[in-house]
């Protein structure tokens, strides 16, 4: 995490910063224009300023930060056993103190499965489900993966709260790409192997055996987050069970047609040797000649260029001159294109060209689909490796070369593509075939996976048909069946799906699904191209396919399994269902499909959610959930995947080092989750700053801090504490709190209805900070003080106190589970609701009840505002804002007159209902600290003598604060301020006068 204040973050998306970015002319040499100056020295002097200037941000300033005591939970407490609360209670809030050992307790005690909804008391007959997304077994959570994480477990132990049967599975996803690459690096640096040096088998086994070693700490990352998971449902997508949903999935989609084979262009990235979708790549669009950093070169490579050359015509003399950016694919040229109305090729339709280094001879076809304004207007049409050319090659039955190899060797050439990208115009130059190069602004596509330059490339691979299935998830959005909020993402929804193409789901990897596809060989069939091929959930099935499809003689044939695996993107638009037991009809499937919401970043509305829309509707019958809430991206999240300039990023963390020297403290988890849900998360990218985070640390610490005056005031005090249900406030400003905390609770009930949080921790932050401690503690400190003589106010006040807290930790549970949980089982000692000792044992023929609930705070049930309408005191809420602006003019009062420790009369001036308000509150007047306040007498008629008062005018009274000593001193002080003004005024008179004499001398002179 770092500081967005110092972050310099770019809006840039299309700049990969995997890339640095190096201009040159046209001739290969790296040339500085003025321009380039200019922007080179803004950059500069922005940089400059970042790091050398002073924080301006209104937190940042506002955060004092000290390094706190280490407080650490000491007891010996075994794993799984509940905490002891009965120690001490530390001075101050210590995260590590506070989140020892809860998690171990609550899973043992099994509270967040669904099985346990049955022993709690407010439990109603609903369900509420939804899953994690699986984050990638390779990786590590970042603030992204925390964002999600702190909304989810909100909404889930909200619910749970409510008396709901919650089902919340955590996952991990296998990431066949990202994983497969990690285990290589390993090899290759520890044993010093290749891939290519295993089998298939032994290198899954090293996969493995990385995966059991390493791939649980994303596990302990989630609990240690607090997330509220049911463990005893964890999911991997390599599971056995989860293997056996893909294969099932595949094999459906197989028989109803939606997934075929095909020859066509795939997005192809040599670096991993592998297929990617088209989600998965990304477009860097250049302006000229730029040059980039490719993996698997030492030397930067050229783009942004267009290199005309001439294709001599067979059989007469001239030639027709063709531009591309890509010069080494010349080799796999079949065809060039023109338009059929351009002048200038029209006496040339379907004459032939000779290929320099081939002799191929090239027809000249005319084809409408071709620009005459760009380039020469002549194309050359290469199908293999060209997305437009490989549909001229369909229109004009053109044959496909292949000239590029799967790592990136020409296979003509035997060399890079980028290093024959030199040869090939080096050649065209010897045969004095080269027409030039100049700059072009054109699109790169990247591959988001590796960093490398994505190839066309002509496979025959698996696909899914998505166009009905992308038609049925417009349709279930239109109808209302299916609800996305924020409800502006429909528009996106709608113009990606209605664009959407086929899905290429073979990637050419070994770890992942292997696809269930068998290639059928016959004995006398050596050498034909002709492929066939069938499907099963094993090989066997794939058999008996085999006759039914194709009519041969099953024991005949030589089956092959497709070496290929699934798309990670596959088994993952599964998870809704496979999670649950899909495609065997568990209870889980029947109780919890289709799940109630699916929580996620917008990132992933293409990437995932649209595909478990498709996939989930057409292998279910039925949506997979009828609600999608998307989240705001955190900009640290996309700082971490790649949006600035490394450039930029340097100086980011400079700034970062100079603003945090000793680094940034630790404020814990209940701080960092409170943080994140307390900013707008369906909206704008979220900017999050580490004094936000501070300042919820801080909070943590106020909250504890309460919570230790009320325990001193509980063991202080012999009064017996009532119910909630019965405690009956006595005073005015306890009517006030009890009404301030029944509209916080309507405000919470409000937020989560509308997945609006940051309504909920607003409310629950306001409360407790502004309400409960900065006006209702110091109001009802000294009715609380043993020197209080009445009993029964102090008693009322106790009670009110007490359950405020009570009440503010529920409400604050979902967001804080450790805090709340240490802070509430403190106070449950003194808890008027504390359960009975145990009954004695049932005979043994008797039928077992249900156990009782723990006594945690995560199963209790959640304040509800009908519960609390005895407390609703509506007058006492619309006059106490009066009450505050006495007090607020009172202090403005003292720090004018200098008043410190006296204690003068304040008088209000203000009209009778005013009056009223103010004897109704008399109990509010001290509430003025750290000094004692003014008291507030019975209001009368007052009289003043204006040179010794001070008035302070406000929209509702005026306040006059009267006494004898400070009459005293101000009269001294006007006295002064008035000698002062008469000795200045002596001398003005004294200038004039000579003044005056001098131009009458001047009237007087010849």
Known sequence: MADTASLVLSKRRDVDPRFSFVRGDASGRDSTSAADLEKERRRKEREDAILNSKRTNAEDQGIKWREKERIVYSAQTLPGEKKDTSLPFPSSYSPEFVESSWYQWWEKEGLFTPEYQCRLPQAVSRSFSLCIPPPNVTGTLHVGHALTVAIQDALARWKRMQGHRVLWVPGC?????????????????????????????????????????????????????????????????????????????????????????????????????SAISDIEVDTVELSGRTLLSVPGYQQKVEFGTMVTFTYPIEGQEGGVSVSTTRPETMLGDVAIAVHPDDPRYQSLHHKRCRHPFTARLLPIIPDPLISMELGTGAVKVTPAHDHTDFLLSQRHSLPRLTVIGGDGTMTALWSERFEARERVINALMEKKMFRGKKDHPMSLPICSRSGDVIEPMLKRQWFVRCKEMANKAMQAVDDGELQITPHFYTKTWRSWLSNISDWCISRQLWWGHQIPAYRVSLPDAAGSEEERWVWGRDETEARQMVSLKFGLNPDTV??????????????????????????????????????????????LIFFWVARMVMLGTELTGQLPFKQVLLHSL?????????????????????????????????????????????????????????????????????????????????????????????????????????????????????????????????????????????????????????????????????????????????????????????????????????????????APAAPAAPAAPAASLCVQPYPRSNELDHWRFPQEEADFPFIQEVVRVARSLRAQCHVTKARPDLWVVCSPSQAHTLLHFSSAGPATPPHPSPHLPRPRAARWEWSTTTVTYTWTCRAVLMSLALRTRLRQETENKIS???????????????????????????
Request: charged share 25%; glycine share 4%.
């Open 558 to 603: 030589t089956l092959t399994q497709d070496p290929d695996v699934l798309d990670t993107w596959f088994s993952s638009a599964l998870f809704p269902f496979a999670m649950l037991g899909w495609p065997q009809q568990t209870s889980d499937l029947q109780q919890f499909y289709p799940n109630t919401l699916l929580e996620t970043g917008s990132d």
């Open 173 to 273: 996803d296998h990431a066949g790409i990202a994983t497969q690459a990690v285990v290589e690096r390993k090899l290759l640096r520890e044993h010093g192997r290749r891939r290519q040096d295993y089998s298939r088998e032994e290198f899954l086994q090293e996969v493995w055996n990385w995966k059991n070693e390493k791939g649980d700490e994303i596990y302990h990352q989630l609990k240690k987050l607090g997330a509220s998971l049911d463990w005893s449902r964890a999911c991997f997508t390599m599971d056995p069970a989860f293997s056996t949903a893909v294969t099932e999935a595949f094999v459906r989609l197989c028989d109803s047609g939606l997934i075929y084979r095909s020859e066509g262009l795939v997005n192809w990235s040599c670096a991993l040797e």
């Open 634 to 842: 955190t900009l640290l999240e996309k700082v971490k995947e790649g949006n600035l300039d490394p450039r930029e990023t340097g100086v980011a963390m400079k700034a970062q080092k100079r603003d945090f020297p000793r680094g940034i403290p630790e404020c814990g988890t209940d701080a960092l989750r409170f943080a994140l849900c307390s900013y707008k998360l369906q909206g704008e990218d979220i900017s999050l700053s580490v004094s936000q985070v501070l300042s919820c640390r801080h909070f943590c610490n106020k909250m504890w801090q309460t919570v230790r005056f009320t325990l001193s005031a509980l063991e202080g005090s012999a009064a017996h504490l009532v119910p909630l249900s019965e405690t009956s406030p006595l005073s005015s400003i306890d009517r006030w709190v009890c009404s301030r905390l029944r509209t916080t609770v309507k405000r919470c009930e409000l937020g989560y209805e509308s997945y609006d949080l940051q309504i909920v921790t607003s409310a629950l932050h306001s409360f407790w900070l502004h309400n409960l401690c900065d006006v209702y503690l110091e109001c009802v400190k000294p009715v609380l003080s043993p020197a209080c003589g009445g009993q029964v106010e102090r008693a009322s006040a106790l009670a009110v106190l007490y359950h405020c807290v009570r009440v503010s930790l529920a409400l604050l549970a979902p967001f804080m589970p450790y805090l709340t949980e240490e802070l509430w089982q403190r106070l449950q000692a003194h808890s008027p609701d504390a359960p009975a000792a145990p009954a004695a044992p049932a």
């Open 980 to 1006: 002062a003004l008469e000795h200045k005024l002596t001398n003005i008179q004294d200038q004039l006068l000579t003044l005056q004499s001098l131009r009458e001398r001047e009237k007087r002179s010849p």
